[in-house]
């Protein structure tokens, strides 16, 4: 008779950063032998993948940690991990707030998981594991990745930048860029199984390789995956204006595989602001680097992130943001209302803007960047435009997948059986605000 196998279960939260530490810890946890759960409240192993960058986002997380004392009064024996950025911030008061966990792993852990969860079953002695020191930066083991096609790929840790809204770098650490070769091989062992898409991830990518003490390293980094054979698409997230230069722009422009999208967040477009933020640059450099995207990559889609009711933020300031919104043109944007982050200095910032001001700035400033994201998105109306496929939408004779540019697009499966990772040409004829509508070209 065959024994049953132990299983686990993996609440993730938060950014793409941490989808890919998900990875690892469900790769680590089937080195040892667990297997997925189909219900989280039967797991042997549960881990909560936490995120603090927003209020809302711990209120969240934390509804969902006192949920799991219900599981660990019903089963004793099941190990709870809290992981991630709501750790490292917290650490010992979330202990004792939710005494049902059995670990907390900080954001510096992810590859130690699988020797402390192992010392964690030989003693039962909870722990609190949040120093920043990177016991294992470079991760060798498996990992068990979301998409049949697509890759996540850590290239960096930690942030310097210490913009004063952002607790990334109080939870995340100071920049620690991995070894080059080990993401050449990282990649290609995923070539081999089948991956076509990767991300290159770091808080900050432009910053890739600088304690290193290397030039242009990220640029450099672009080209040699863009040598990989087998890579068909290459993105990369987050960049930081501070640290974009025309080198990575260049190489975006020369390299076949790496594609027109640019995400660069702006968060406002006043300089009083971005000074009080701590951004390191100005809105005039701002709008010389997009000037320089238009230049090699005209067909490029710009991103961006912004933040509305900072601290200070008077209406004259809130204009200079929307009219940067309406000169660049982004393809898309995503808005926030600022939130205080305790630990940051801008919590401590005087002059917070009230709450009514903030949500009526974000409603004019989401009716500014829809309309530009739908003129955008008609500008492929006509087009056939390259798409990898990703699956079926709610309606399954309906596929979905993304151009180059990260442009959703849907198009009617008529009969034929795609696959997620498959290419197709799809020639546009309908725009929308977040995605466009088309029909398959058929090989000749």
């Known amino acids: 008779m065959q024994s049953k196998k132990n299983t686990y279960y993996i609440f993730n939260y938060g950014c793409q950063m941490n989808a890919s530490d998900t990875e690892h810890y469900a790769g680590q946890l089937e080195e040892m032998g667990y297997v997925p759960a189909e219900d989280f409240h039967t797991a042997d192993v549960i881990i909560v993948n936490t995120c603090c960058v927003r209020e809302s986002a711990e209120k969240k997380i934390a509804g969902k940690i006192g949920e799991l004392k219900a599981v660990k009064t019903a089963h004793p024996q099941t190990v709870i991990c809290v992981a991630g950025c709501m750790a490292q911030k917290d650490g010992d008061k979330l202990l004792k707030k939710h005494p049902q966990v059995d670990l907390l792993l900080g954001t510096a852990y992810v590859n130690d998981f699988k020797s402390i969860l192992a010392d964690y079953l030989s003693d039962r002695q909870g722990g609190v594991y949040t120093d920043l020191t990177i016991h294992q930066s470079e991760f060798e083991g498996k990992m068990v990745r979301q998409s049949s096609f697509a890759a996540w790929i850590p290239i960096m840790y930690g942030c310097n930048n210490f913009c004063t809204y952002c607790i990334v770098p109080y939870v995340r650490g100071r920049e620690r860029s991995r070894d080059i070769e080990n993401i050449v091989a990282e990649i290609e062992q995923a070539v081999k199984e089948g991956y076509k898409e990767f991300t290159l991830l770091g808080q900050n990518?432009?910053?890739?390789?600088?304690?290193?003490?290397?030039?242009?390293?990220?640029?450099?980094?672009?080209?040699?995956?863009?040598?990989?054979?087998g890579v068909e698409r290459i993105h990369y997230m987050t960049s930081h204006p501070r640290d974009m230069n025309e080198e990575v722009i260049k190489a975006v422009a020369e390299c076949e595989h790496v594609c027109e999208n640019f995400h660069v967040p702006f968060q406002s477009g006043s300089n009083e602001i971005l000074k009080k933020m701590n951004r390191g640059y100005s809105r005039e450099k701002y709008l010389e680097l997009i000037k320089l995207i238009r230049q090699y990559v005209p067909d490029a889609a710009i991103t961006t992130d912004i933040i509305v009711g900072f601290p200070g933020e008077t209406e004259a300031d809130f204009q200079d943001t929307l009219n940067l919104v309406q000169e660049v043109g982004f393809d898309a944007a995503f808005t926030f209302i600022y939130s205080k982050r305790s630990g940051t200095p801008a919590a401590k910032m005087t002059e917070q803007v009230p709450l009514e001001i903030k949500k009526q700035r974000l409603n004019q400033l989401m009716e500014a960047q829809n309309a530009s994201s739908l003129r955008c998105n008609e500008k492929l109306v006509g087009q056939q435009v390259e798409v990898l496929a990703e699956g079926p939408s709610k309606n399954p004779a309906v596929w979905t997948g993304r151009t180059r540019t990260n442009k959703l697009v849907l198009w009617p499966a008529e009969g034929k059986n795609y696959y997620p990772g498959e290419k197709v040409m799809v020639l546009v004829d309908a725009a929308q605000t977040w995605l466009v509508k088309g029909k398959a070209v058929q090989d000749e």
């Open 205 to 229: 990518v432009n910053s890739y390789g600088k304690d290193f003490g290397e030039k242009d390293a990220f640029a450099k980094l672009l080209r040699r995956v863009n040598e990989i054979n």
